[in-house]
């Protein structure tokens, strides 16, 4: 047999594509040619699958060798085809006979020696291979990958030999590997019963989760801004199934290790101020998931807001409202979820300092807030100080033991997520205009006063929608099937930002 044919997957984006190996031997001038749009690192193969092919015992053929990687328009990159080259080229030689099985997929880069090496992005080519009912055989080294979902049909090789032995039946090769016990430990996250006083954003931060509102904290510097945030992650609750296995996917893209015993909690990103807008966002030539992408089901933290730069600030606007990101190349589209909680923190003036003991002047404070556009400051649903303690208060709080954990304040967001569920299939964040105003509990009289308050306050009408999301979730916190005026009233008071920006005129 002179024509042979394998199957292997190429990544585009969260997808994969299946891609054909074809191998024809025929009479000529001995030699190994790749068609079928491969770039730089996938035509180098042809190298390593000669000495692989060599080292591992077998024959490599003395003809004319062409390789077919249909369909030609998919772009293929990374040395992933390493395998499926080598064993098109060995059953094309029929150096491989009587196969157990044609139902099978191979991927993995090919070492000189004929050991297989990790390859980058495998998470989706597991799941796309257990949809399609194949056996996966992958690189031992990607042991971790199949760990996250425990695919069953999945051999994980060392080498060459290995996987000609498990093709023709002489051995079978594992799904899992052994683990250790010595996985990185999973921090210890902060209680909020750690933070002493700030009584009013803790409550804050109970509503966000509570809801999946986004939250903006200001104030000086040292006053617990990031503390808070940090025990934020301690609040949520477990990630689903199927949230857990695209974010699981999107760091696999990445090339961001993630953990087994990670996979149900929400992901927590906190990129510095430094990072670029294509950091953020995602982007590049070959399009890869930014941080809010990684932030998926979890939280996305931006420390010191208004030092980031501006076009990356704004580029947050579109996928903080759709879910998703599309990044748009010349010769490439991709579109990533990007369903996050925004969590940020700031300081209210460039010196740190506000309300009359700010070194910067009021120009320097408008010029320093104008950072942060209307549209972006609209975006979030609650923004709160977090003021310097008075007098005693440190002391005093350090000696206090009645303070509510974060493992009792999670306790209260679970039962608080399970009732919007029940109530609207979502959670209070995610409530659309009609389903608010039809079966959220607001009396007509309250929402009325809503409006005067917001004509009053000149917001807009997404800030008016945004209050009465947050105001169903502290009348849920509250165990109040009726959303009263006092909790409007409450929600009202979650406006630092607009309370700073007014005070500057």
């Keep these: 047999m002179s024509l042979a044919s394998v199957v292997t997957r190429a990544n585009t984006g969260l997808n994969t594509s299946l891609v054909k190996v074809e191998v024809h031997l025929n009479n000529g001038l001995p030699g190994l040619h790749l068609v079928g749009l491969p770039e730089t690192s996938v035509r180098e193969a042809k190298e390593r699958v000669r000495s692989a092919i060599c080292n591992s015992g077998f024959r490599f053929p003395q003809k004319r060798i062409t390789v077919n990687l249909a369909p030609a328009d998919v772009p293929k990159q990374g040395g992933r085809f390493d395998l499926a080259i080598a064993i098109a080229i060995l059953l094309a030689s029929e150096q491989i006979e009587s196969l157990v099985s044609t139902r099978f997929e191979l991927i993995g880069e090919l070492a000189l020696g004929g050991n297989l090496r990790a390859c980058k992005a495998l998470l989706p080519v597991i799941l796309a291979a257990q949809k399609r009912d194949a056996l996966l055989v992958m690189p031992a080294a990607n042991a971790a990958d199949n760990a996250l979902v425990q695919a069953p049909k999945v051999a994980l090789a060392r080498n060459l030999c290995e996987v000609v032995e498990c093709l023709t039946g002489q051995t079978q090769l594992p799904a899992q590997l052994p683990t250790s016990n010595t996985d990185s430990a999973v921090p210890e996250l902060p209680c909020l019963s750690q933070v002493v006083g700030q009584a009013q954003a803790k409550q804050a931060l109970m509503i966000a989760a509570a809801g999946g509102h986004n939250l903006l904290m200001l104030g000086s510097p040292g006053t617990g801004k990031t503390l808070l945030a940090n025990c934020f992650r301690g609040l949520l609750p477990p990630v689903g199934n199927q949230d857990a296995l695209v974010n699981a996917a999107l760091h696999s893209i990445a090339g961001v290790e993630k953990a087994s015993d990670q996979l149900h909690q929400a992901a927590f990103r906190s990129p510095h101020h430094s990072c670029s807008s294509a950091a953020l966002i995602g982007g590049g030539t070959n399009p890869l998931p930014g941080e809010i992408s990684l932030a998926h089901a979890g939280v996305l933290f931006l420390d010191e807001l208004p030092e980031f730069a501006r076009n990356a600030l704004e580029s947050l606007r579109e996928p903080l409202e759709s879910g998703q990101v599309y990044i748009s190349r010349a010769q490439r589209k991709q579109v990533f979820p990007a369903r996050f909680q925004l969590i940020a923190a700031m ?25 942060l556009s209307g549209p972006l400051i609209d975006r979030f649903d609650l923004s709160v100080e977090v003021p310097n303690l008075p007098k005693g208060t440190l002391v005093n709080g350090l000696k206090a033991k009645e303070q509510m954990t974060s493992a009792q304040a999670a306790s209260l967001i679970v039962r608080c997520r399970a009732v919007q569920r029940e109530r609207a299939g979502v959670l209070n964040h995610q409530l659309s205009s009609s389903q608010l105003l039809e079966s959220s509990g607001f009396a007509e009289k309250d929402l009325l006063y809503l409006e005067e308050v917001m004509t009053r306050l000149n917001l807009s009408v997404r800030a008016f929608y945004r209050l009465l999301r947050v105001a169903r979730t502290i009348a849920d916190l509250a165990g109040s099937t009726q959303v009263e005026r006092s909790h409007i009233a409450q929600a009202l008071g979650y406006r630092a930002i607009d309370k700073l920006l007014a005070q500057l005129g």
Excluded at 347 to 371: D, F, H, M, T, V
């Design 347 to 371: 300081n209210p003036s460039p010196c740190g300092s506000a309300n009359g003991q700010a070194r910067s002047s009021p120009e320097q404070i408008r010029r320093y807030l104008s950072k």
